[in-house]
Nanobody, 127 residues
């Protein structure tokens, strides 16, 4: 079992930046595919970004491409999401997710493909 804890969410003005962290415990996530999803009020959870454990494959949602950057530090058992040029429509609860026992290239955009989830961190972008 792996436990995931997100941090770094807060209120920020439009155009600002935030860096979210997802710290894993219980076991190493060095061979897990990892991802960020978000859910805005009244909307379904949506894909933001994912990264394979080899870091070879990285995918972004079109809505965040060029503004967000996903990364991971396997030595710290932690994943990150650097968010720049934030917009009010980025307001949501951000969740990190993990899936183990996958190939080194695996990176999925589907939330049903991940079996470990954090509790989420709130990001609010004011206009």
């Amino acid at each position: 079992q792996v436990q995931l804890v997100e941090s770094g969410g807060r209120l920020v003005q439009a155009g600002g930046s935030l860096k979210l962290s997802c710290a894993a415990s219980g076991r190493t996530i060095n061979t897990d595919a990892m991802a960020w999803f978000r859910q805005a009020p009244g909307k379904e959870r949506e894909f933001v970004a994912c990264i394979s454990w080899s870091r070879i494959n990285i995918y972004y949602a079109d809505s965040v491409k060029g503004r967000f950057s996903i990364s991971r530090d396997n030595a710290k058992n932690t994943m990150y999401l650097q968010m720049n040029s934030l917009k009010p429509e980025d307001t949501a609860v951000y969740y990190c997710a993990a899936r183990g026992s996958v190939s080194y290239l695996y990176c999925s955009r589907s939330n049903s493909d991940y079996n470990y989830w954090g509790q989420g961190t709130q990001v609010t972008v004011s206009s």
